[in-house]
């Protein structure tokens, strides 16, 4: 068994934030998803977000994924920070952070919290109509 934190253990049971953002047809609304593939584990995660486009905003985060207890923490984690930040704070989060938040993650799953960041980057990318650019460090991560 892996030694998770509190945290960690708390949020695998009760995630928060999980499932598909609705549809809407709402003006000056986008909803973008960005999916992330684990070249580690195999694992997937998709990230939704409910943009408002003349604040850049984000009102609504959600996620799935296949991956294991530290990617469910991990995502929901990352959903949980980043509801209510703009587009541009939301882009400066790190992985580190994202393990930081969970109150640390055993090195081995520092991957888990990496898909969550590259989800996110890829996610602000469709938003930006922008290709993805990931980041040398989530390579060395992996
Ligand atoms: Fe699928 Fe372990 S690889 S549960
Ligand atoms: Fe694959 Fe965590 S998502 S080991």
């Known amino acids: 068994m892996w030694d998770y934190t509190e945290k960690v253990m708390d949020l695998f049971y009760n995630p928060k934030h999980q499932g598909v ?6 003006p000056g609304l986008k909803i973008v998803t960005g999916e992330i593939g684990s070249i580690a584990c195999g694992d997937a995660l998709r990230l939704h977000l409910k943009i408002d486009e003349s604040t850049n905003i984000i009102l609504d985060a959600r996620f ?5 207890a530290s990617a469910i923490a991990s995502s929901s984690a990352l959903t949980e920070m980043i509801i ?37 980057e890829a996610a602000i990318s469709s938003y930006k109509g922008i290709p993805i650019v990931v980041h040398e460090e989530d390579e060395s991560a992996l």
């Open 21 to 26: 953002i609705e549809a809407t047809d709402e």
């Open 64 to 68: 799935q994924t296949f991956g294991c």
């Open 84 to 120: 209510g930040m703009t587009v541009e704070e939301a882009m400066k989060i790190t992985n580190r952070q994202i393990a930081e938040y969970l109150g640390g993650l055993p090195e081995e799953k520092m991957h888990c919290s990496v898909m969550g960041q590259e989800a996110l």
